[in-house]
Antibody, heavy 122, light 110 residues
Framework: QVQLVQSGAEVKKPGASVKVSCKAS????????IHWVRQVPGQGLEWMGR????????NYAQKFQGRVSMTRDTSVTTSYMELSSLTSDDTAVYFC???????????????WGQGTLVTVSS | EIVMTQSPATLSVSPGERATLSCRAS??????LAWYQQKPGQAPRLLIY???TRATGIPARFSGSGSGTEFTLTIGSLQSEDFAVYYC????????????FGQGTKVEIK
């Protein structure tokens, strides 16, 4: 069965970077875009960007341009999201999500990771 | 960037009553609009995509309508498990691949 399993919670100091992983299983890893969405505690959902695991190509939200990097390692079917120059405003749960190939007939997402809490605190 | 605006922020409804949630896009997203339900500590759950198509396993009491810039999610008869936060999302692919979410509507027990 399809699974997206994310890495565990992280605590980081302001100014540091964090790298969250999303391990895919149960499907052809290179066939589906992976998106990253974050949620500050008590607030809404915020799209950060996506990666094409086949080509490695990325699209980032303008807000995070220059501070986010999404990569993948096809040998271990894992996507990564790295966010740098962290501040307390980056304290959030970070989700990965899978986009099916035909969004017009399948919808924009079919599976989500469980979420990873990143806490930024001095 | 396409801005999604949901209303109301909070909706107080009694069990068994009907709930109507609204979502407006700052520019046309055609029918590339989805609705999600989220409960505390959980990932969002896809309810509706293509503005009106129920996702797999979603009960018929959930229905979506609209196109262009105005959308509605209707919950026909609220069950106890429906009290949650609901988000709309556009996926019209501009900029390429970009998603935008509304700020959410909390449906609470009246």
């Amino acid at each position: 069965q399809v699974q997206l399993v994310q890495s565990g919670a992280e605590v980081k100091k302001p100014g540091a970077s964090v790298k969250v992983s999303c391990k895919a299983s149960g499907y052809t890893f290179t066939g589906y875009y992976i998106h990253w969405v974050r949620q500050v505690p008590g607030q809404g959902l915020e799209w950060m960007g996506r990666i094409n695991p086949n080509s490695g190509g990325t699209n980032y939200a303008q807000k995070f341009q220059g501070r986010v990097s999404m990569t993948r390692d096809t040998s271990v079917t894992t996507s990564y999201m790295e966010l740098s120059s962290l501040t307390s405003d980056d304290t959030a749960v970070y989700f990965c999500a899978r986009e099916p190939p035909l969004t017009t007939i399948q919808g924009p997402v079919d599976y989500w990771g469980q979420g990873t809490l990143v806490t930024v605190s001095s | 960037e396409i801005v999604m605006t949901q209303s109301p922020a909070t909706l107080s409804v009694s069990p068994g009553e009907r709930a109507t949630l609204s979502c407006r896009a700052s520019q046309s997203v055609s029918s590339n609009l989805a609705w999600y339900q989220q409960k505390p500590g959980q990932a969002p759950r896809l309810l509706i995509y293509g503005a009106s198509t129920r996702a797999t396993g979603i009960p018929a009491r959930f229905s979506g309508s609209g196109s262009g810039t105005e959308f509605t999610l209707t919950i026909g008869s609220l069950q106890s498990e429906d009290f949650a936060v609901y988000y709309c999302q556009q996926y019209n692919n501009w900029p390429p691949g970009a998603w935008t979410f509304g700020q959410g509507t909390k449906v609470e027990i009246k």
